[in-house]
């Protein structure tokens, strides 16, 4: 080979043998020297292949599945930064269709005078909704002239981590409201326990994410308006819209959760969950622009023009912007309609379907969005525990978690699956199949692996 170049050596030998595929890759020093684009390309791509299949993970609610025109639109535009609004100012325009779109499905008495933005997720929406609710609240009790050290945000135990994390990283003081066999969700129970004149605001979720439930946005409502009548206080609720932002307007539209209702201040949603677009997408839309202070949002004159920015992130992909305009236009309402309706079908089939295997009870049975939970039946003979059924899916590739409820349930083991537009109903079947075989084989051989032993215990 002597007088060949060191290129078509490489191309020439065989795939795995060439130099850098025959010896391991460096993992936390950078590498003294380049390889091959296409060395490097097959090294990840080969680790990479290690992850668990997305279409057979059933923890995420996030989209894994977009078609070929999504794919094209995403190729053409992942080299958008959503900040330069300047140099994009088309991509800036279709971020202010979209959430203009979202105003008008979430029934905003007037579209055109809602504010609202693109985010990374639904957790950096939720920390500009509570940030919004915080300042709002700073600055009426400054101008009342009274203490603004100690606001608190009143929610379920069982919100999402990105909560627990805006009161931390704010300083706000989190009101969990435990739920319970009686109260499955937040409902407006005792409200009043928990709401005082430093609450800065409610957050109802459309969609928990332990179960799927529904919390009842109008009765909350309702119970803070009893509040109001006797202590004078107004406490504005955020909707967590994560996941049914996205699917009650289309298969529960009479149900009322939205700016239908006049103490819902803002709500978010996932675009990249039931808004049926790649990972890196959320939004929140307020009723009206007076409900984002002013003070929040910072003009940056760097990227040319005079840019106003409310986000915790500065640069962010634009592409999935790109994504969920193309997303609202080829499904339209009646597409969104059809695909949640599909996915909802589904997961009440398997619902129902697991319901009747026996040894298991559903906590609800996915009518609300298409996410359910289920738990074992006591029985002391059995010897093994959902951790261990969760173990023997994954082995046949299916990823179903089990996992402890929140405060004052921890004792309460339930298994989850989030069914997406991706797993179609003959999908669903196998994975009843392979459920109903594991149980079998569980009941069998009893727990299997250490881990799950401990579970077990834990
Ligand atoms: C109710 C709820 N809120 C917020 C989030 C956070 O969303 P994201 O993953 O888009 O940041 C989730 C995610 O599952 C959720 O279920």
New binding site residues.
Partial sequence: MSGTPLRDVISLNPLFARPGENTSAPRYTLPPDPMLPETAYQIVHDEAMLDGNARLNLAT??STWMDRWADRLYSESYDKNAIDKDEYPQTAAMETYCWRMLADLWHSPDPAGAIGCSTT????A?MLGGLALKRRWQERRRAEGKPTDRPNLVMSSAV?V?WEKFCDYFDVEPRRVPISLDHKVLDGWELDRYVDENTIGVVA?M???YTGMYEPVAQIAAALDDIQAKTGLDVPIHV?G??GGMIAPFIQPELAWDFRIARVASINT?G??YGLVYPGL?WVVWRSADLLPQSLIFKVSYLGGEMPTFAINFSRPGAQVLLQYWAFLRFGFEGYRQVQQATADVARHLAAEIAAMGPFELWNDASDIPVFAWMLKDDPARAWTLYDLSDRLRMKGWQVPAYPMPADLTGLTVQRIVVRNGLGMDLADRLLDDIRTQAAYLDRTGATSGESASAFHH
Wanted: glycine fraction near 16%.
């Fill in positions: 609610f996030v997720g639904s957790s950096e939720c999402q990105c979720i969609g928990v994410t967590d994560a996941s996932s990249h969950k959320g």
